[in-house]
């Protein structure tokens, strides 16, 4: 994955709606325009967002999914009209709305006015547009009949500089510091971005690392009057290519992209220095990162861990800028096999059956799915024998530790270690023998020698040491062990066979079809 | 700061106990992708691990007029395919305001029953509400009475063992309990019809025993078998309407009232005080255990509407100090948290991070509450433990609240620092009447 410099039109995202027209959708993976714009404008330090709809399309958002996307207990900024039917039938949402707006109009904040669904259905939109609403709001239109949360985000950043001019600084806002060194702005995150605490606090690493200033975190930590303030930079670097590069295009400057994986992390840090004049910085910092953070990544490297990597396959279901830097970095650097991968949001999402479907017939199974929910539910449900990783919401998590980064060297060491550790639990859930307490000694040697028959064929079914197995049952089990990684399908063979010989006696049997099929039932899809 | 005490959106109320039917297979029209994403994403976090399936919506869809057809196909397919015995097709704000045809969808494809859920958040208001629809709509189907009655219809979410307790109790006065809805089948709904009497444990389910009681003329009773007054009445309203033996009922309702009593002695909460704010409906039975456990509870903040069926209820609590705040405002509740030594909290996700941040044991009504028994003595005793628990770890509450407040000019927020110029609750239960 090359580290892409500047913004191509052909990037941009299209001004056309960008959900696909679907006729049914299962477990919905992204959330709605007005969810987006909300995000974005909450993050900025000095705004109250005003959401124009009913409760729901409030607490949704800003109170249950937060918890368990950002460990937030609610955001404290956003409020809504709370349209009720008198609203919607006959009334119209500007009443109740000025009110709202109002209360949320106090000195210091700047009032963010979004559109949702109930109130663009009634024609809303065109009506708040134009009224004469008292106080500083502006008003968006989240299109969130139709967009996506990721492009909803990357207009409602764009909508911000476009009006720069009206945000207005507060008066007791810090000063801002007269330039000594080349300064990058970081545009992304906002709320309700898969990990994005760990990835930010990774990016600001590196840029002070070459030896630049961060110029503005835009809107994560910056308030509505500092948008002017992005001009002031030398760079930029958009934290996620889902969404920010409209606004970067605009302000016009270099503009890169976060990394994810050693190679993209190593030009990203040469282009970065190259473009604010710190060449000689940025290769000092790649050499001290070497010998330090990389440090760990190159004795994982040099440890038998990684001859398991070939062995390995993972599959990655996840939104463009994860799809793509941990294919890049597990298939290309790290050589795992990648035996699936697809988007999980955006106008490219593959629907949920299809990835059900690729994961559920993948053999072997994969080691470790990294997804979200939808993924750890086709896990569980049909009984794949793989592990989960989150690289993606929907799906509770808690992200806030920043030590946890996919961007970077940083994250790069993160990854490599979370995957080592998978290979690990692999192993230990796969190991032939578990006997503790040991099986007790029924007879003594002698006895069980004289009461063993002579041989197999006159043995009485299952009475021998040797258990004859059917062929339904041998070919049972070779279908069942193809599912298995290969690493450890040795161990499972092992396990499988002393468990089914076991049974077998138990029952005084052969190893039957029946069997292997009550024991393989963790290892085999649903049928 | 909203009026609106914050609950989820109102009609996931109804969604999640949809979801939670194993024979059902509900199809959510959401009213656009931040809607259906939000409904999902806690569906899927606390609700089922299985699919929740939508028709794609989008203003060109609603406005082709595509979505009735492409529903219909979707239910018959569904249908067809997977056989559930039900397919709720729950309708929530666009879909209901644009206003599908729902009754041209077939009511019924082989054994599966298509029943519409009318579910427009903007007019459920809460999500009490919204399980009342759910139960009406569900019942509503059902032919009248069809075997001769007998047993106690439970309606409401209770602890999984409450209904088994409360079924041995109603045996030794001569009935038993029916069944109980919401139930994870269908055929929990239908044996609605061939109930003696419904009795909604949670006062909110008005609307369905209204109808029940027009459609199929079954009558109700109000109240609980919670705390030492409710588990008597209970008792004795169940006897009453069903005419059974009165010495009988008499001797078993005090039996079981003294067993509560002798629960809530072992565990008093004399002298403290306890901020609770629910919007499940669970509230008025909770402040009831906690005020017989002794505990002050100045105001019970509830995001459940006005209801017939919890007159009583608030009539009750009145008489013990306590007024119901119907929909309180959130920030007025939060001022009244720094001015008076309130013990512990118990109420919504942000008003307990409030209680938090001050050092004030909280916990959070759904995820703790909701998911304990608080019928008859040992529901009592479960509830009550739980309580004392939280209130005892006031030490590790505080210090956190003192290690975050540090560098904060606010220190003074906490109560025991800060005399009150102003009795922010009185404040808050004068301006928040009926």
Known sequence: MPVRENIQEKELPSDVVNTPIRKQVTDLDHAGGDTGAMQVFASLSDANVVLDGPVGCHVMPAVAVINYTDSVPYLQNVTCSELSETEVTLAGTLGVLKEKVGEATVAGRQVFIVSTPVSELIGATWTTEHAHIPGSAVFFDSHSLDDDEWKSRDRALLFLWQNRDHFVRRADAPPRLPKLRPSVNIIGPTYGNFNSYSDLAEIKRLVAGIGADINLVYPFEAASGDTKHLADADASIVMYAEYGRSLAREVGLPTFFAPIGLEPTTQFLRGLGKALGLEAQADAFIRLEKKTTLAAWHDIWRSTHSDFFANAPVAVIAPPTYKDGLTYYMGEELGLPILYSAYRTGPESAPNEEVRKALADASPSPMVVFGSINERMIIAQEKMPSLFFQCSFPGAVVRRATGTPFVGYAGAVWLLQCICEALFDTLFANLPTSAAPPARATSTTRDTMLAAPESVSTSGKGQNSVINWTDEAKALNEKTLKRVPFFVRVSVAKKLRAEAEALARERGSDVDAGIIAELTARYSPRK | ?434
């Open chain 2, 1 to 434: 700061m909203s009026k609106q005490p914050s609950s989820m959106c109102p009609a996931f109320g109804a969604v999640r106990n949809l979801l939670r039917m194993e024979d059902a297979m509900p199809i959510v029209i959401s009213s656009g992708d931040g809607c259906l994403y939000g409904h999902t994403f806690v569906a899927h976090f606390y609700v089922a691990n299985r699919p929740i399936y939508s028709p794609g919506v989008s203003s060109e869809i609603w406005a082709k007029g595509s979505a009735f057809d492409e529903l219909r196909s979707m239910v018959i397919r569904m249908a067809e395919e997977h056989q559930p015995s039900i397919i709720p097709i729950c309708s929530l704000c666009v879909s209901d305001t644009v206003g599908l045809p729902f009754d041209l969808l077939p009511k019924q494809i082989g054994n599966t029953e298509v029943i519409y859920v009318p579910l427009p958040a903007y007019s459920v208001h809460t999500h009490a509400r919204a399980k009342d629809i759910v139960v009406d709509s569900l019942v509503w189907r059902l032919p009248p009475q069809r075997k001769a009655r007998a047993g106690v219809n439970l309606i409401g979410e209770i602890f999984p063992s409450d209904p088994i307790e409360i079924d041995e109790v109603l045996r030794k006065i001569g009935t038993h309990v029916n069944t109980h809805v919401p139930g994870p089948r269908w055929a929990d709904y239908v044996a609605m019809v061939d109930g003696a009497l419904n009795a909604p444990v949670h006062p909110f389910y008005s609307e369905s025993v209204k109808r029940m009681k027009m459609k199929q003329g079954l009558p109700f009773i109000e109240g609980a078998p919670v705390g030492v007054d409710g588990t008597y009445t209970w008792i004795t309203s169940v006897g009453r309407e069903l005419n059974l033996d009165s010495a009988t009922v008499e001797t078993v309702a005090r039996q079981e009232q003294a067993k509560v009593r002798a629960v809530l002695d072992q565990r008093s909460l004399d002298g403290l005080t306890f901020m609770v704010a629910g919007y499940e409906g669970h509230e008025f039975l909770l402040v009831r255990l906690l005020i017989e456990a002794g505990a002050k509870v100045p105001y019970l903040s509830t995001a459940v509407n006005t209801n017939p069926l919890a007159r009583e209820e608030e009539a009750w609590l009145a008489e013990r100090g306590c007024k119901v705040l119907y929909g309180a405002n959130f920030g007025d509740e939060i001022a009244a948290l720094t001015d008076r030594p309130y013990d512990c909290v118990i109420g919504t996700t942000p008003l307990c991070a409030h209680a938090k941040e001050l050092g004030i044991p909280s916990i959070y009504y759904t995820n703790a509450m909701a998911t304990r028994s608080m019928m008859l003595a040992k529901g009592a005793g479960d509830v009550i433990d739980l309580v004392r628990q939280t209130v005892g770890a006031k030490v590790r509450y505080d210090r956190i609240a003192r290690f975050f407040a540090e560098d904060e000019t606010r220190l003074e927020r906490t109560y025991t620092s800060w005399a009150p110029k102003l009795d922010l609750t009185e404040h808050l239960i004068a301006n928040q009447a009926l």
